[in-house]
């Protein structure tokens, strides 16, 4: 079945470790995007691929970093974790045309202690 | 800054019909997105409005005036399964979405 693939589903991180979430789509997508979510707050943009080799900063980009080196991947980097990195990662992907809708990955829960 | 308000939650009855309304402030939005998330799922995407005017789509129907910076997505013949919470979301000048914090869903039956 095409679609988003998030590992892990969930994680426990002590603070300071270094941890990279996955994310890989089979629709062959050009556009992928990160997004966390807070209670509260909404869905908020991290980092963005509008196509492999490109990136681009969302709303919080502060301590995430990503990287595309092909159209299917699309991993997030935590460099130090910090325990305000706690939430629920969305990985998300379209085709790039401004009114495509996206596909989310199901979610990597991440409780940073 | 762009932002877009809505209702924390709606509760109504199964069978009703209930608005969920969105205002956003912004120069401009390129248009208005909604997304409907059950709880522990991911978001599923419901329905567009690039222009002004009212979208179908089934049950559910959205609805879009940028003059007032207003809309509303509104859900027919509710049933259990539709008690979710929904998303509004606005494509920006850069062609990102800015998110709602969403509207909880309460189906009584």
């Known amino acids: 079945i095409a679609g988003i693939t998030q590992a892990p589903t969930s994680q426990i991180l002590a603070a300071g470790r270094r941890m990279t979430l996955r994310c890989t789509q089979d629709?062959?997508?050009?556009?992928m995007y990160w997004y966390r979510q807070d209670l509260g707050l909404g869905l908020r943009l991290i980092h963005y691929?509008?196509?492999?080799?490109?990136?681009g900063k969302g709303e919080v980009p502060d301590g995430y970093s990503v990287s595309r080196a092909n159209t299917d991947d699309f991993p997030l980097t935590l460099a130090s974790a910090v325990p305000s990195q706690t939430s629920v990662y969305f990985c998300?992907?379209?085709?790039?045309?401004?009114?495509?809708?996206?596909?989310f990955g199901n979610g990597t829960r991440l409780t940073v202690t | 800054g762009q932002s877009l308000e809505q209702p924390s939650e709606v509760t109504a009855v199964e069978g009703a019909i209930v608005q969920i309304n969105c205002t956003y402030q912004?120069?401009?939005?390129?248009?208005l997105s909604w997304y409907q998330q059950h709880d522990g799922g991911a978001p599923t995407f419901l329905s567009y409005?690039?222009l002004d005017g009212l979208e179908e789509t089934g049950r559910f129907s959205s609805f879009l005036s940028r003059s007032d910076s207003y809309g509303y997505l509104l859900l027919q013949e509710l049933q259990m399964k539709d008690s979710a919470s929904y998303f509004c979301?606005?494509?920006?000048?850069?062609?990102?979405?800015?998110w709602g914090a969403g509207t909880k869903l309460i189906i009584k039956p």
């Open positions: 998300a992907s379209s085709d790039g045309l401004s009114h495509s809708p996206l596909h």
């Open positions: 629709m062959r997508h050009n556009a």
């Open positions: 691929s509008n196509t492999a080799g490109t990136t």
């Open positions: 912004t120069s401009g939005f390129y248009g």
């Open positions: 409005n690039a």
């Open positions: 979301a606005g494509l920006d000048s850069n062609y990102q979405l800015i």
